[in-house]
């Protein structure tokens, strides 16, 4: 079964500083691997996803994923956090044949001023 | 593109009594789900179309959940009787290929339910 761990609750970075959301994936054969964002009252925004290929994967608002295979990781980075950064992120896994997409509990980052 | 619509935004019932959800999913997209979130909690799966047929409902209390896609466009989502433990925000998604092709789901802002 396809699962993902997101094991931090919340994330606290000052604004400027990089920021790292941690999630770590259990899914048999080839991952597809996403991350979503959602802002208060709205439903989830997709920033990026990992097919196959470079293992750096870019996306919206200057985000970027490392999938790592040995570690079956999928951390969300940022080089320069921002304020409006603050959000509630999900980790989410797919699966290669009916497309259901399986989510973390899900990490709150707080940039603060 | 135009996004996903759903209706209403807010709901309030009291237990036993039923609601019904709406989603339009984006104009062309084959696949329609439909998840619910619970406060503090990633959303769960409750019901996958492909088209107007059912992929995945494996989730869904069919004792009181029932969901249709007529047509293959839009869908709605029942509950009846509601529980307590219904209070939650509903989302509707929907993605434009069929599977095995990695397609981004896109959310519509969901419907917040809250069950008294």
């Known amino acids: 079964a396809q699962s993902v761990a997101q094991p931090e609750d919340q994330v606290n970075v000052a604004e400027g500083n990089p920021l790292t959301v941690k999630c770590t994936y259990s899914?048999?054969?080839?991952?597809?691997l996403f991350w979503y964002v959602q802002y208060p009252n709205r439903g989830l925004q997709f920033l990026l996803k990992y097919i196959t290929g470079d293992n750096l994967v870019k996306g919206s608002y200057g985000f970027e994923a490392e999938f790592n295979k040995s570690q079956t990781s999928f951390h969300l980075k940022k080089p320069s956090a921002l304020v409006s950064d603050s959000a509630l992120y999900f980790c989410a896994s797919m699966n290669t044949g009916f497309q259901k997409l399986v989510f973390g509990t899900g990490t709150r980052l707080l940039v603060s001023p | 593109e135009a996004g996903v619509a759903q209706s209403p935004r807010y709901k309030i019932i009291e237990k036993r009594q039923s609601v019904a959800f709406w989603c339009n999913p984006i104009?062309?997209?084959?696949?329609l789900y439909w998840y619910q979130q619970i406060l503090g909690q990633g959303p769960k799966l409750l019901i996958q179309?492909?088209?107007?047929?059912?992929v995945d409902d494996s989730q869904l209390p069919k004792d009181r959940f029932s969901a249709e896609r007529l047509k293959g466009v839009d869908s709605t989502l029942k509950i009846q009787p509601a529980k307590l433990e219904d209070s939650a925000v509903y989302l509707c998604a929907s993605s434009l290929e069929p599977w095995g092709r990695g397609s981004p789901l896109h959310f519509g802002n969901g419907t917040r339910l809250t069950v008294t």
């Open positions: 179309f492909q088209n107007n047929g059912v």
């Open positions: 899914v048999s054969g080839n991952p597809y």
């Open positions: 104009s062309g997209h084959a696949t």
